[in-house]
């Protein structure tokens, strides 16, 4: 069993920075990839940003430039480091992994991150 959990959400000021945290907890962990994605009310889960075990990222556009994935894999944490902050990015954070040898995703319960203008 898997189980991911964010930390690092809060109120902040539209122009600042926040960063974002995800430790996968479990025995015999072996992750692949890990990532971001965000829900804000009324919209449907959108991708931010994703990292493999070997460094690799990918980023949605519109978060390019501003976020920055990274990972400790010895620790299973994955980070997500958000600069410039704008309303438009207030949602719920959600962290997801998987595993080498899985197409399967598990998922994070989500931390809520407000940008206030």
């Known amino acids: 069993q898997v189980q991911l959990v964010e930390s690092g959400g809060g109120l902040v000021q539209a122009g600042g920075s926040r960063r974002l945290s995800c430790v996968a907890l479990?025995?015999?962990?072996?992750?692949?990839?890990m990532g971001w994605y965000r829900q804000a009310p009324g919209k449907q889960r959108e991708f931010v940003a994703r990292m493999d075990s070997g460094g690799s990222t990918n980023y949605a556009d519109s978060m390019k430039g501003r976020f920055i994935i990274s990972r400790e894999n010895a620790l299973n944490t994955v980070y997500l480091q958000m600069n410039s902050l704008k309303p438009e990015d207030t949602a719920v954070y959600y962290c997801?992994?998987?595993?080498?040898?899985?197409?399967?995703?598990?998922w994070g319960q989500g931390t809520q991150v407000t940008v206030s203008s």
């Open positions: 997801n992994a998987q595993m080498y040898g899985s197409s399967g995703l598990y």
């Open positions: 479990g025995s015999m962990l072996n992750i692949n990839i």
